[in-house]
């Protein structure tokens, strides 16, 4: 792929630096004036570390011309979501009450990102904790959609996908709840993949969910997100959730081939109310598929419509718990206040957004003593009959293909209600509740030029099939060349 | 206090422990920072500790290793799979907002503790042993307040007793029983000025025979023997006052205060947090594999309750020795070693000597049994000098006092001051009849009547002998010879 520097891909970028076409250094600063162009009106980072990119760059094109072995990622510019802990830059989760937080230490994913070599521009925006679907939770800035800056980019990994869909940056590390990769993902255009729970490690992720949240990499195509997935997967021994499995080649599987392949249509992905175009969309690139020798199944999920219910049961449960750290005391901000309830009271009052209040207080209320086997226990056991459904779906087909979202990128304040925003999310839940890799891979634009994801999801540890039958929708039904016109367009 | 014990005729005290162990791990439960005591503020600490937002706990195995050694040791069922649970309430100390504890899956259930009151043996039920992490403190200096993490994240146990102690003197038995237990099977230091046993006690009264408890209180900072003991006659003093005047027992928490000596509300019911437990989603469950018991199983040495009734009943100690000999395990080592190197059964002499001699000069020294120079076999060496005659007890005094001394073998020091005791009949016969013969006036006085001169013969004997004649057999002879 040729194109701009800034829209090179992660696997052109990095043979480029290598062969010494362009230098880190010049990159870089390529890279930092189209943000400083940019981002003003796209609001994808919510801060960008030129000085530590510069260095970082320097140090690689030093290490070229002394001919030292350059790490897989050498040179390629990534922005991180910022609930990604690094040290000694700024880490906000999007919230107020964390800022002037300055990390001590860097979460895992940045230690091996750093290792391979990539460069770190930035923190992208993202919705207060992860907790929305639009990035307009955020307690900093609106993150705009480059296809059409009149709409969403969607989230809560909003500011990754749009920095990456507008070239911003190569790639992005998000992170995915209940859909905060794959979601904005399909909004933006771009290929989200959450990995299996455990395949990637959460020292140092901020966390929303426990149980939940995964971390993987927002990209331009398929491939470029099996090699960033290649850098940061395995085992990680400050993680006790984290799984102790082989990790394959996974950009190997990039090969389009699905010959023989066997993709499930799971009936209750089909039925609700999805939009016209992203109907159409799913039935072209369930054709493309069969046409390139992978069968199609129609399978069963019964107890799918259950994900949403017991999803903001577990989830709300388990993020009041861990947001009961931000009391004011040792970092972010501490308000002025009397006593010590008083402490708790106004840091957190004025610290937390409104929908982290409304998420607290769901949780706290399923956590309560003699409520915990009603709503806690009972979406436990929900879970397990999510996760049933898919063992046995997955004995008949090697992935599952589904709409990522009912719809394409909705406009700003678009959703009355939480409840209408929540049910948005209903393709992309039940994957986090089951432990399973799912990716969300562009196939096709709806009538008014927005794009539209196609869901993949796989078995436990199976991401080499949702890599496999990604890059064969990518070369099938992809955007190819096309690329958001909305915005900075070049 | 007549009107007290008039009360405690009709009314029955009824007590529950929960009593924490610090766990002697040199690392954290969840974090490699170190456990030290008395390290500056929070310089124990590192990003988990100081509860930093994308920090994980991970289990340290060697916690486990000391809590199944507790639970082994109390008989307790151990769960092969237990899990750690959220506890949830805001404190400064408390850095996430919640502590790591067990809660409805906790390690070790349905244990004992065998306690050891007069000669007896009372068997106290122990519901659970958890494992938890411990919280910071926090200190208030005028209007400001302190946090110092340090002690955030240092392995404890939890251990809970059924309520069945009926008295005062019965808890603090349990919490010195429960101290010696862990310092024997080397779980926890327990030293209670560093905090590392602390005690939590709930107190309640009910009328004598009445099945159901009533309601209880439950004491906090209770943190001595004395203590425990002192709070907990408080309260029954307290609750049973009230209750005679017309008042009932509120369910609240009371903070014992030592210096005063009285305790005062802290929390009321209605101020009793609702800690939200549910199952920690950063850790897997908690496996008890068969390697580890084994390993357990192993390691574990005769406990305290069962030496106590073994030194009565096969080495013949009296009860008192033998809770001596059980109030700390190097001592009941000593002994056994002791025992073990003496060819015969002479648990009690050899006690004696223990009790007597060696501590008497360790005490004097101001050092503990663990710092004897005087190894356990040398003393049995000892002792069988005396036992078979070789030497009179009164010169197995001096030679344990050099050897302890010099460190030189007692039968040296025997052999070196010629100080055999003369047991040869024929030899003490001369001897007797030489001082008889010598002393023909006093001898006739004594065969006149005169009893109190006996004395005087057994001293011209050992005077003759330099102490070294038997004095059993001297006895004899001079009462034969002399006639009476």
């Known amino acids: ?25 010049r990159l870089v600063d390529t890279m930092l004036s189209r ?24 140090e690689i094109d030093r290490r070229r011309k002394d001919n030292v072995a350059l790490g897989p990622l050498a040179g390629v510019p990534i922005v991180l979501k910022d609930n990604l802990v690094t040290k000694g830059l700024a880490t906000t989760a999007g919230s107020k009450i964390l800022q002037g937080w300055i990390p001590p230490y860097d979460a895992t994913v940045v230690e091996k990102l750093r290792a391979a070599g990539a460069l770190i521009l930035g923190k992208a925006n993202l919705d207060e904790f992860g907790m929305g679907s639009s990035t307009e939770r955020s307690a900093y800035k609106k993150t705009r959609n480059p296809w059409d800056t009149s709409r969403v980019p969607g989230g809560s990994s909003g500011g990754s996908a749009a920095a990456v869909a507008a070239g911003l940056a190569a790639a992005s ?41 995964q971390v993987g990499p927002l990209t331009r195509t398929v491939k470029d997100a099996a090699l960033v997935l290649q850098v940061i997967a395995g085992h990680d021994p400050r993680d006790s959730t984290s799984l102790d499995a082989p990790v394959p080649s996974f950009a190997a599987a990039a090969t389009g081939d699905v010959k023989g392949m066997k993709i499930g249509l799971p009936k209750e992905y089909f039925e609700g109310s999805i939009d016209a175009d992203v109907r159409a969309a799913l039935d072209r690139t369930i054709k493309a598929l069969q046409d390139k020798g992978a069968t199609t199944v129609e399978v069963s999920l019964p107890h799918t419509k259950l994900a949403l219910p017991a999803y903001y049961v577990v989830a709300p449960a388990e993020a009041s718990s861990n947001l009961a750290r931000y009391d004011g005391i040792r970092f972010g901000k501490r308000a002025d206040a009397t006593d010590l309830i008083d402490v708790y009271r106004k840091s957190r009052g004025a610290g937390f957004g409104p929908e982290v209040k409304r998420r607290i207080m769901l949780g706290t209320h399923a956590l309560r003593s003699g409520y915990y086997d009603a709503y806690y226990k009972k979406a436990q056991q929900i879970r397990a009959l999510i996760k049933r459904d898919f063992d046995e779906a997955f004995t008949k087909v090697d992935v599952m293909l589904t709409p990522t979202t009912p719809t394409a990128a909705f406009r700003f304040n678009a959703k009355a209600t939480p409840y209408d925003m929540y049910l948005g999310d209903i ?64 | 206090m007549t009107e007290l014990a008039q009360l405690l005729d009709d009314w029955e005290p009824v007590i529950g422990l929960e009593i924490h162990v610090q766990l002697a791990t040199a690392t954290k439960i969840f974090s490699a920072s170190a456990t030290t005591f008395g ?49 949830h309430y805001f404190y400064p100390d408390l850095p996430k907002g919640y502590q790591i504890s067990q809660f409805d899956e906790p390690l070790c259930e349905n244990g004992h503790l065998d306690l050891i009151l007069g000669g007896t043996v009372k068997r106290v039920k122990l519901q659970r042993i958890h494992l938890e992490e411990d919280a910071g403190k926090n200190t208030h200096v005028g209007a400001v307040s302190h946090v110092d993490l340090n002690r955030a994240g240092v392995p404890l146990v939890e251990v809970v007793t059924a309520p069945e102690l009926t008295s005062s003197e019965e ?37 004598r025979g009445e099945d159901r408890l009533g309601t209880r209180t439950e004491l906090k900072n209770i943190n001595s023997f004395k203590f ?17 005047g017309g008042g009932r027992v509120e369910r609240e928490t009371r903070l014992w205060d030592a210096t005063l000596g009285s305790s005062a509300p802290m929390r009321s019911k209605e101020e009793i947090n609702d800690y939200r437990y549910f199952p920690d989603p950063d850790l897997p469950p908690l496996v008890v594999d068969g390697p580890t018991m084994a390993n357990v199983l192993r390691s574990l040495p005769e406990l305290p309750a069962a030496r106590f009734e073994r030194y009565q009943r096969l080495q013949k100690l009296t009860a008192d020795d033998a809770r001596t000999m059980v109030g700390d395990r190097a001592l009941a080592d000593y002994f056994d070693a002791a025992s073990k190197a003496h060819p015969g059964e002479s648990g009690r002499t050899i006690a004696n000597w223990i009790l007597t001699e060696l501590l008497g000069a360790l005490n004097a020294e101001g050092k503990h049994i663990s710092q004897s120079t005087m190894p356990p076999q040398r003393l049995a060496a000892l002792v069988v000098l005396v036992e078979s005659g070789v030497i009179s007890g009164k010169i197995g005094k001096e030679v344990f006092e050099e050897s302890y001394r010099s460190g030189e073998e007692p039968i040296s020091i025997v052999e070196r001051r010629g100080v055999q005791q003369i047991s040869d009949e024929t030899l003490l016969t001369a001897i007797v009849e030489g001082v008889v013969s010598r002393n023909a006036k006093q001898a006739a006085e004594y065969q006149s009547g005169k009893d109190g001169l006996f004395g005087f013969f057994v001293g011209q004997v050992m005077k003759e002998t330099q102490g070294r004649a038997n004095p059993v057999m001297a006895t004899e002879i001079l009462k034969k010879r002399l006639g009476r």
Request: with cysteine.
């Open chain 2, 228 to 244: 425990v003991q002192n709070a907990i006659d408080h309260e029954i003093a307290r609750q049973l006052l009230l209750i005679d």
């Open chain 1, 35 to 58: 943000i400083a162009n940019v981002d003003r009106e796209l609001g994808a980072y919510l801060a960008t570390d030129g000085d530590g990119a510069r260095r970082d760059a320097t």
């Open chain 1, 427 to 490: 393709f992309t839940l039940a994957c986090n509740l089951a432990g399973l890799p799912g990716m969300s891979v562009p196939c096709g634009l709806t009538a008014d030029g927005l794009p539209i994801g196609a869901q993949l999801l796989g078995r436990p540890l199976d991401e080499v099939s949702l890599i496999r039958a990604g890059s064969a929708i990518e070369a099938a039904v992809g955007l190819g060349d096309r690329r958001p016109a909305g915005i900075g367009g070049i």
């Open chain 2, 171 to 207: 808890a603090a038995e349990f919490m010195r029983s429960l101290h010696r237990l862990v310092r024997w099977i080397d779980v926890s230091e327990a030293d209670m000025e560093k905090g590392q046993l602390r005690c939590d006690a709930n107190v309640s009264v009910r009328l």
């Open chain 1, 173 to 213: 590390l998000g992170t995915d709840t209940g859909g905060s990769i794959r979601q904005p993902a399909a909004f933006c255009g771009v290929v989200g993949l959450k990995p299996t729970y455990g395949r990637v490690s959460r020292w140092g992720v901020i966390a929303f969910a426990s149980s939940l949240d």
């Open chain 2, 39 to 87: 390290a500056p503020p929070n310089s124990l600490t590192d990003p988990l500790v100081m509860g930093m937002p994308g920090t994980l706990p991970v289990f340290n195995r060697a916690v486990l290793e000391l809590a199944l050694r507790l639970g082994v040791a109390t008989g307790s069922q151990i769960r092969a799979k237990s899990r750690f649970a959220r506890k």
């Open chain 1, 1 to 25: 792929m040729s194109g701009p520097p800034e829209f090179w891909t992660v696997a052109d970028t990095a043979q480029r630096i290598a062969s010494g076409e362009i230098t880190a250094g």
